[in-house]
C-alpha cells in the first residue's frame, strides 16, 4: 500500500469513529481544541472547532496532506510549472496581485513585469474616466459602466462590486452575464449611451452569450452615436485579434496571459470595472489582501495553513463522511453573492471524475455548494439544515463590524450567526423538550406527539470564518483563502482544478440547435428532445 493510499484508510477509518461522536462533547475532552482548531490568516480568523473531526483525527488529515504532497504541489504552483496540464498551462493567479517588484515566472517566462505594467494602465485609465478627463464621443464624462461576460469573467467583478460599492458611487456598474435577453434590456434600461462604457470581458472573446450581448450593446451604442459609439467600446481579454476585429480602440484593449484562468481571473484586468467603480486604490487593497493570504498560504505549516486546514475539513465531511452538498452562508448582505461565485470556484475547479493523468478517481471530488446570505437563508433553507435527514455542513462567514447602518441591526446580524453554530452543533435533546412541554402543563399524549417534532439532532458541523470588515483586503483574503482551499483539495483528489471540460458538450449541442431552431435541417436527437426542437423552432 502506498504512503497516500494508507493515509486515505486512515483517514476514512478515523471517520467512521467520527460519525457516532458528538462534536459538543469534544471540547471537554480536548482541551487544546480551539487552540488548534482557530487560525489567523491575513487578518482572517477561521474557527474549525465545530468540525467532526477530533485532534487525532486532524492529525490523521494533516498526515493525509503530507502524504498527498501538498507541500511540493504548492511550490510546483507558485514557481508557475503547468498545474494546468490538459491545456499546458501554468495558474499563476498569484502574480496578478503580488507586491510590487516580484519575481513570478509562468513555465519560466517573467510575467512579473508586464503585470505591473498593466496595474498601472488600468489604474490611470479608471482615474482619467473616474475623474472626467476621458470623455465619451460627445464630449460627456462616462457615468455608467455597463460590465459584460460571463462566468470567471463575471461572478468574480461583480461579487467585489456588490461587495464594496459605495452608497452613491461615482460611476454606476452594471452588470450583464444572461444571454437572456431581458439581463441586457434590464442593465441598458434608463442609460444614455453618451455617458456610458461598455466594458466587454471574454478571455476567448468567442463565448457565445458574452458576444451576443456585446454585438446588441455595441449596435445600442452606434444606434445613437453613430461609428464614434465605438470610443465607448472597452474589452479585456486573451485573444487579442478578436478585440481589433470586434472594432474596439486599441487604447482600450486591456490583455491578460493564458496563464490566467477565468475563474481566477478577478485580480486580472477582468476586474477593470471594479477598478474604475471603486478606484484603483481600493482594487489594489484588494489585492494586497489576496497577496497577504498567499503569502501565508505559500509560508506557513500545513497545521497552522488555513486554506489547507479548511480543505482537510471539507475532504473530512465529504470523503470520511460521505456529505455530497455544503451550504455557504455569508451573515453579509453585501455578501450574498460568495455562493455563486464559489460554486464555479469549486464545483467548475473540482467537479471531475477522472485524475490528472486521465484515471478513474479514487475518491469523490468537489461537494455541491448552495446558499445565500444570512438572516434570509434562516427563513429559507434553514428547516432542512437543522432537521432534515441529512447532514449539510455549512461555512459561516460573519463581519464584526458594519461598514454602514445600525450597528445595533450588526448585533442582531452576528447573534443570528453565532446562534446558529451552536444550534446547528449542540441541537437540543428530546429530553429537554418533554421537560419543557411538561412545564407548560401540556397533556402527556401530546407531548409524545411534539416533542419528537421539536427535537433538534444537533452535530451538525460548521466552519466560521471572522472578518474585521468587509473592506477591499478582508475580501481579497477571503478569495484567496477559497482558492487555495481549492487547490489544495484538488492535489488530494489528484485532478486537474484548472480545466473545465465538463462546459464544452453543452455548448456544441447548443450550437446544433440553434441551427435548428432558426430553420436548419433537423439533426439526430433522441425522441424527447427532438420533441423540444420541433415545438420551438420557427
Ligand atoms: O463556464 C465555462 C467558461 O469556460 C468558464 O470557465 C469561463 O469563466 C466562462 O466560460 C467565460 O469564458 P470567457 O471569459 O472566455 O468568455
Known amino acids: ?22 462534536i ?44 498527498g504532497g501538498v507541500e511540493a504541489a504548492r511550490e510546483r504552483f507558485f514557481a508557475g510549472e503547468p498545474v494546468n496540464s490538459s491545456e499546458h498551462r501554468a495558474a499563476l493567479h498569484m ?17 512579473s513585469g508586464e503585470v505591473e505594467a498593466m496595474r498601472g494602465r488600468m489604474a490611470a485609465f479608471a482615474n482619467g474616466i473616474r475623474s472626467g478627463a476621458h470623455k465619451g464621443a460627445t464630449g460627456k464624462p462616462f457615468r455608467k459602466l455597463i460590465h459584460i461576460g460571463i462566468g470567471g469573467s463575471d461572478f468574480g467583478p461583480r461579487l467585489v462590486w456588490e461587495a464594496l460599492r459605495p452608497l452613491d458611487p461615482e460611476i454606476e ?38 458576444m451576443t450581448n456585446a454585438k446588441a450593446a455595441r449596435d445600442w451604442l452606434r444606434a445613437a452615436l453613430g461609428p464614434a459609439g465605438d470610443a465607448h467600446l472597452v474589452a479585456v481579454s486573451a485573444a487579442l485579434k478578436e478585440t481589433a476585429a470586434f472594432g474596439v480602440p486599441d487604447e482600450h484593449v486591456f490583455g491578460f496571459g493564458d496563464w490566467v484562468g477565468g475563474r481566477y481571473s478577478v485580480w486580472s484586468p477582468v476586474g477593470l470595472s471594479c477598478v474604475i467603480g471603486l478606484g484603483p486604490e481600493a482594487f489594489e487593497a484588494m489585492l494586497a489582501g489576496a497577496a497577504a493570504m498567499d503569502a501565508h498560504f505559500q509560508s506557513a505549516p500545513l497545521e497552522r495553513n488555513a486554506p489547507a486546514l479548511l480543505a482537510l475539513a471539507h475532504i473530512f465531511n465529504r470523503n470520511g463522511l460521505g456529505r455530497p452538498v455544503r ?67 455549512t461555512d459561516f462567514i460573519a463581519v464584526r463590524h458594519a461598514a454602514e447602518g445600525d450597528p445595533a441591526a450588526q448585533r442582531i446580524l452576528l447573534s443570528n450567526v453565532i446562534a446558529q453554530a451552536e444550534a446547528l452543533m449542540v ?11 411538561a412545564a407548560k402543563g401540556l397533556p402527556a399524549a401530546e407531548i409524545d406527539t411534539l416533542a419528537p417534532q421539536r427535537t433538534f439532532p444537533g452535530d451538525r458541523p460548521s466552519a466560521f470564518v471572522l472578518m474585521d470588515r468587509l473592506d477591499p483586503q478582508h475580501l481579497g483574503a477571503l478569495l484567496a483563502l477559497y482558492e487555495h482551499k481549492t487547490f489544495v483539495e484538488g492535489v488530494l483528489w489528484e485532478i486537474n482544478s484548472f480545466d473545465q471540460w465538463g462546459v464544452e458538450l453543452g455548448k456544441t449541442l447548443a450550437t446544433r440547435v440553434l441551427g435548428e431552431l432558426d430553420g436548419g435541417a433537423a439533426g439526430a436527437h433522441d425522441p424527447s428532445t427532438a420533441r423540444l426542437i420541433g415545438k420551438l423552432k420557427g
Open 173 to 210: 456598474v452594471r452588470y450583464v452575464a444572461n444571454v437572456d435577453p431581458a439581463d441586457l434590456a434590464f442593465a441598458l434600461h434608463g442609460l444614455d449611451p453618451a455617458e456610458t462604457l461598455v466594458v466587454v470581458v471574454s478571455k476567448t472573446f468567442t463565448t457565445q452569450e458574452t
Open 24 to 67: 459538543a462533547s469534544l471540547f471537554d475532552a480536548e482541551p487544546e481544541r480551539l487552540k488548534r482548531l482557530v487560525v489567523e490568516a491575513a487578518d482572517l480568523e477561521l474557527d474549525l472547532s465545530k468540525q467532526p473531526w477530533s485532534l487525532a483525527d486532524l492529525d490523521a488529515a494533516l498526515a493525509l496532506a503530507k502524504a
Open 427 to 437: 441541537g437540543k435533546s428530546e429530553a429537554a423538550v418533554r421537560a419543557e412541554l
Open 95 to 111: 502574480a496578478l496581485r503580488a507586491p510590487r517588484g516580484s519575481d513570478f515566472k509562468a513555465q519560466g517566462q517573467p510575467v
Open 1 to 22: 500500500m502506498s504512503d497516500l493510499t494508507a493515509a486515505w484508510a486512515r483517514l476514512t477509518e478515523a471517520a467512521k469513529a467520527a460519525g457516532p461522536r458528538r
Open 327 to 393: 451550504a455557504v452562508v455569508p451573515y453579509a448582505q453585501r455578501l450574498h453573492l460568495l455562493p455563486t461565485y464559489l460554486q464555479q470556484l469549486e464545483m467548475e475547479s473540482n467537479g471531475k471524475q477522472v485524475t490528472a493523468l486521465g484515471q478513474p478517481v479514487a475518491h469523490h471530488t468537489a461537494q455541491a455548494v448552495f446558499g445565500d446570505a444570512g438572516t434570509n437563508v434562516q427563513h429559507a433553507f434553514f428547516q432542512l439544515m437543522h432537521q432534515g435527514t441529512d447532514v449539510i455542513p
